[in-house]
Structure formats: C-alpha cells, structure tokens
C-alpha cells in the first residue's frame, strides 16, 4: 500500500502514533499539507463517520479515530498556515444555556475538526451573548447548540432570537442537537437544522455551507474560505 | 395484592391485579425540587418542606401522601432514614423558593455559581446560576489514577462523594446497626416493594474518574490498564455488596444497579466491547447478590441499549430501566416481542423528552394507555416514566399520567 492509503487507515483504526509518523513522511517525499488533508485525512474521517452512522463504529473508535487525526493536523499546520490553507468554515459551538451536559456536545466538536472546520468551543452553559459575541467577533459561519435537557432546550430560542435582534440572523447557520430536540422543535425555533448524531452533523453544516470537501483540489480548498 | 406482592408478581413475569407503579423508588424516577411543590398544589395536598434527598440531580422526597394518592408501589430504602428535622439543613431553590438539603452536603456560594467540595477541599460539583443541577468538575483520576487508593479516588468524585440518605448516617460506629434497624423497620411498616440502591457502576465510573471521553478512549488504546482498573473496582464493589446484603438483603425486594450504556442512537460502546470488559463483570455481581439474598436485579441504563439486552439477560439482569423508548431500537411492541419473556421493563411507561414536557394532558394519557397495553401482557412489567420528571413539566400532564395508569382503580387514600 503506498503512504496515502497508509494514513488514511491509520486514522481510520485510530493509530495515533503510526498517524503522525505517516504525515511526517508524507510531507519530507513532498506531499503537499494540503494534499494529505484532502486525500488522506478528511477522507478517513468522512469513513469514521459513515461507519459510525452504520454502527460498524462505536464512541471509542470514533474519539481514537479523531485523536490520530488531529495529531497529524498538528504537524501539517505550520505548513498549512505557510501556504494560505485555512478551514473552509468556523462554527462556535456550545451548550446551550442552564445545561452543562457536554459529552455530545464534545463529540460533534471532534468530528468537526476532524472533517476540516475550525472549531470554536464555547463550552458549556453557554449565554445567547456568548454566542452572538463569536459570530462578530471570530466571524462564524456555522452556531452549533446542544441540550440534553427538555427544560435547557427552551433557551435555544434565545440565541436565535437575539441574533434577529442584532441584526446577526442571516450571517449564520444555525443548528441544534442533543437528546430531546428534533427537526420539529428546530423548525419551531426557525433553526437552520437539526442532527441527532455527531458524524451526520458534519454532513449537515457542510450542505448548509454548499460545502463539499471531500472532492476539493489543494488550490479550491484554500478558495473555498468563506 | 398489596404492593408488594402486584411488583413481585410483575418481576416474576405474571400478570398482577394491575400494572405495578414506581415514582421516586430510585433516582431516576422521581421528580425535580421546583416541580414537587407546584404538583402538590395541583393536587390540593397541603403544603410542606421540599427535601432535596438527591441533591446532585435536585430531586424531591415524594411525600407519603402523594405517594398514596398517586398508587405508587415502591419506596426506596433511604427513604427510612434522615427522618429528623436535624438531618436537613435550610437551602434555596434556584427559583428562590426554600428548601432542605441533607444536612452533611454543603453548596458554598461564589459568584454565579454553587460549588460542593469534597473532604479535600477540592471543588467537586458546581451548579452555575441558571442551571438546575449540579455537574462534575473534577476527575480524579483524569491526570494518573492510582488503583491503590480507589476509594479515595471516590471521595473526590461528584457522583460517588455527594450522598443521598442514608450516606454518613450509616456509616461509623453504630451505623450498621442502625441500617438494619431502619430498614426492618420500613419493611414491617410499608407493604411497598422497597429497592435497595447499590449501583456497582463500571463504565460509568471509568467515566467518572478519567472523564468520559479518556476512558472511552482507553477501552480502545489500553485495554490491559482498563482490566486492571476493572478488577480492582469490581473487587471493591463486591466487597461492599456482601455486607450491604448480608445487612439488609431480607428487608429489600430489588437490588439496583446502575450504568448507563446508550446513548440516544445506540450503544456507546460495542457488543463486543461489552462483551469484552463490562458483561463478566456486571454477570459476577449480580450473581453474587441472587446468592446473597433473595433480591431481583435491576439495572439503570440510559439510552439505546437493545443491542446490547441479550448479553445483559445473559449475565443474569431481571429487569432493565429506564426503557428509554424515544432512542434507536426502543420500540416497545419489539422490545416485547423479543424480550418479554426473559426480560422485565421497569420503565418505557411514558415518553419524558417530548410527550410528557410537551404534550397535552390527553396526549399523555392516549401514549400511557398504548404503553402500558404493550408492555404488561404477561407481567413483566413496572410502570415508569422514562426518567425524572424535570422542572418544566405542567403538573397537569403529570396528573394526566397517573390518571390514565389508575384509570381502572381508586388508589389508596
């Protein structure tokens, strides 16, 4: 197998190690970083998911998974960041406000990241202001919002409503997630869309950004940048 | 049949007298601090102090009023002990109302927020203004663990540090005796199935020590340290599950354990992972406990286990809990149909992420009544919402509920 398809199964099995080891290798035979991105990386991950979606993966094959891919983005960045490559999108994400629950939350995040967009994580218990404040200060492209609780999933509003009164409403997507929201309740609160799980809300935020990575040339993928 | 009796008759997989009734039988079927007042209003029961006997998720003692008025078949075991006014100590709901909180768990206010320490000092737990619950802050073992102080490691951590009753009072000289006391004394006076609170949790306290996603992701890079950690909890576990039954197995019906293994799409972890850490295990201790008393077991598992259910009935589970009908593969006309017979469903009477919240009155009635047809045809079943009933539900749809599952009967008065 030549070292593309090696890093890309590296990441897919979660050898972190072999994953970092690989990338180094990629790049001193002259592989461009954007290269291994977009031919090993996000495609790994683009696997991960589908294979989580199928249950053929469980958390801990998709965490381990998504640790071997950012360790291979570390050594790329400086050499992402030399050549002008940047995320195709940021989204701030976040637990919503009264709910502290993160573990979902935490894993949307990584397979974001792991897909290629730059992730700005709020936290937990996260107020409209907080969220408002990233969209104009970090230019967000995408808000991401998680509840686990019915009494905590009622402030989603909020942050869709102070958005509209900012004037912010249109410069973002705005998506929902965690265990008792549904399409109906997104639709309700005029969100832009809802996921149930943590690979299908890449797919998600990328279709809402007219995003497709996975067939981008080195020279689209950095013209891509919204 | 008294209580008792319709829950052992539903344990056993025959049909009761009628479907057996659990509210506030454990932690995770009761109700929230800011609701119970408000329901006791709605139900014109005069008013009194709300006691907060699991502070950690803030649920309310359910009074023996309600408790009789709503049907309900089972007690808790704790539910014998802090019994007097120096047990509680004055505390504020976050919507500013009074409450009592066990007097041995003290929130310290800092700006914005509640902190609980552990004995250490350190800062365990903290509920931020605006929430209504207390969540975990520190992770023992997150840095290192150190298998040799386990217990130690415990009292650091929010879910096994932070008590409901009886917790210190049993403990120390004397506390033994006073566990058995108390707990003949409920049995010879409550006709209720009492259960017995052990947990014996093993996923989830990997989750609680390391953090979740690091022990998540240790069951995949280093099985052998998850052994390791395993065998040692397990043996502590079972050390503490021969005395608690060897002091109270006579007076208590079920023994409850908990680990939650789903999630809303499925099961967090492999059948094959389980298989590979948790089912020898949880197989090991529930078998331990049938041979320790004449006990059922049940086991709290959140989410979408299905997949996971036959390993569960193989290792020796009697009756699963929650049912959490609104996951992947938890529809109940399945789940009954392939499980039924081997398998009690404690739980799944009544959908609490969208129906109960959500619904009218009648839409909660109609979902009860096509629960419970389903699920209670040849026993083996225990009515039970999904899971505690939070802050925001309108009294009516609880109400709703119990009327629909006393619908053919007058409860007690």
């Not at chain 1, 929902?176 to 005029?190: F, K, L, N, S």
């Not at chain 2, 009761?30 to 907060?52: D, H, M, N, Q, T």
């Not at chain 2, 619904?359 to 079943?381: L, N, S, W």
Request: aromatic share 8%; charged share 20%.
């Amino acid at each position: 197998m030549d070292n593309t398809t090696n890093l890309l199964n590296a990441v897919l099995d979660g050898k972190i190690d072999d994953a970092g080891a690989l990338t180094k290798h990629a790049l001193l035979n002259g592989m461009s970083a954007a290269s291994v991105l977009n031919q090993c990386l996000i495609p790994a991950m683009e696997e991960v998911g589908a294979r989580f979606q199928r249950n053929d993966y469980y958390i801990p094959d998709m965490l381990i998974a998504a640790e071997a891919m950012k360790t291979a983005l570390n050594i790329l960045k400086p050499s992402l960041i030399t050549s002008g490559t940047k995320p195709a999108a940021t989204v701030a994400i976040g637990t919503i406000q009264g709910d502290l629950h993160d573990i979902g939350k935490n894993l949307v995040a990584v397979m974001l990241e792991g897909n290629g967009f730059d992730v700005l994580d709020l936290g937990v218990d996260v107020k409209p202001s907080q969220f408002t404040a990233a969209v104009m200060d970090h230019k967000v492209h995408v808000i991401a919002m998680s509840a686990l609780l019915t009494s905590t999933m009622v402030n989603m509003q909020n942050v869709i409503r102070t958005l509209e009164q900012l004037g912010l409403r249109n410069r973002v997507k705005v998506i929902v997630g965690g265990a008792p929201v549904t399409q109906r309740y997104a639709d309700e609160i005029g969100a832009d869309g809802f996921c149930d799980n943590a690979a299908g809300t890449v797919s998600l935020a990328k279709r809402l950004l007219g995003l497709n990575m996975a067939t981008f040339s080195d020279e689209s993928y950095s013209a891509r940048v919204l | 049949m008294n209580s008792r009796e319709r829950v052992l008759c539903a344990l056993n997989h025959c049909e009761p007298d009628r479907v057996p009734v659990d509210f506030s039988g454990h932690r995770s079927s009761g109700i929230s601090a800011l609701l119970y007042p408000k329901l006791r209003a709605f139900f014109e029961l005069p008013e009194k102090p709300v006691r907060i006997y699991d502070p950690i998720q803030q649920m309310a003692v359910v009074d023996d009023d309600m408790l009789d008025l709503l049907g309900v078949d089972t007690i808790e075991l704790g539910r014998a002990f802090a019994l007097n006014d120096d047990d509680w100590s004055d505390w504020v709901l976050p919507d500013g109302s009074p409450c009592l909180l066990p007097v041995w768990v003290k929130p310290e206010r800092e700006e914005h927020r509640w902190v609980i320490r552990s004995k250490s000092g350190t800062i365990i737990a903290h509920m931020p203004d605006g929430a209504f619950y207390f969540e975990q802050t520190f992770y023992p073992f997150f840095e290192k663990d150190d298998l040799d102080n386990l217990p130690d490691a415990l009292d650091e951590c929010m879910w096994s540090a932070i008590a409901s009753p009886p917790g210190p009072l049993v403990s120390g000289p004397g506390g033994d005796d006073l566990l058995v006391r108390e707990a003949r004394n409920l049995r010879n006076t409550s006709d209720r199935a009492i259960l017995g609170l052990f947990g014996g949790n093993l996923l989830e306290l990997g989750q609680f020590l390391y953090r979740n996603d690091k022990f998540l992701m240790q069951l995949a890079l280093n099985p052998a340290g998850v052994h390791r950690f395993l065998d040692c909890l397990v043996d502590m576990h079972l050390q503490n599950l021969e005395k608690f039954l060897n002091l109270v197995g006579e007076y208590i019906d079920v023994i409850v354990f908990g680990d939650d293994l789903g999630m809303q799409t499925g099961p967090q972890i492999s059948p094959q992972m389980y298989r590979d850490f948790f089912k020898p295990r949880h197989s090991k201790m529930w078998r331990r406990a049938k041979e320790l008393a004449d006990v059922k077991v049940m086991l709290h598992c959140c989410g979408g286990v299905r997949p996971l259910l036959p390993d569960l009935i193989d290792a020796g589970l009697d009756a699963i809990n929650p049912v959490q009908i609104s996951c992947r593969g938890m529809e109940a006309t399945q789940l009954k149909a392939d499980f039924g017979d081997k398998l009690v469903f404690w739980g799944g009477g009544c959908d609490t992420q969208q129906i109960l919240p959500l619904g009218t009155p009648e839409d909660v009635r109609a979902h009860v009544r096509q629960q419970v047809d389903i699920f209670k045809k040849g026993g083996g079943f225990v009515f039970q919402q999904v899971h505690n009933i939070l802050a925001n539900v309108p009294p009516q749809n609880v109400a709703a509920m119990f009327a629909e599952i006393n619908r053919d009967h007058h409860p007690r008065h």
